[in-house]
């Protein structure tokens, strides 16, 4: 089965940097479009970033010229640069194929004081 276990996240002020790390197992991960999800009490999970098999990617506004997604397909990872943190990022953030094919890991927090 698909495993994916998300990590790297913390409480961080304002203004700092976090990079977030998901680990995939279990499938043919290099060809998965993939992208990373926040979610915060009472909204839906959201999509922030995406990047595809060939390393394209997108943003959601809000997130742009901050947020960095990359990925390793040679260590089955994906990542999540994190800089000018700012609170409005607060959330659990969670890994998956864009149509959130794979079941869910256990998300990762991320709390950003201000």
């Known amino acids: 089965q698909v495993q994916l276990v998300e990590s790297g996240g913390g409480l961080v002020q304002a203004g700092g940097s976090l990079r977030l790390s998901c680990a995939a197992s279990g499938t043919i991960f290099s060809i998965s479009y993939m992208g990373w999800y926040r979610q915060v009490p009472g909204k839906q999970r959201e999509l922030v970033a995406t990047?595809?098999?060939?390393?394209?990617?997108n943003y959601l506004d809000s997130v742009k010229g901050r947020f960095t997604i990359s990925r390793d397909n040679a260590k089955n990872t994906v990542y999540l640069h994190m800089t000018t943190l700012k609170p409005d990022d607060t959330g659990v953030y969670y890994c998956?194929?864009?149509?959130?094919?794979?079941?869910w890991g256990q998300g990762t927090q991320v709390t950003v004081s201000s």
């Open positions: 998956n194929k864009v149509d959130r094919g794979y079941p």
């Open positions: 990047i595809t098999s060939g390393g394209t990617t």
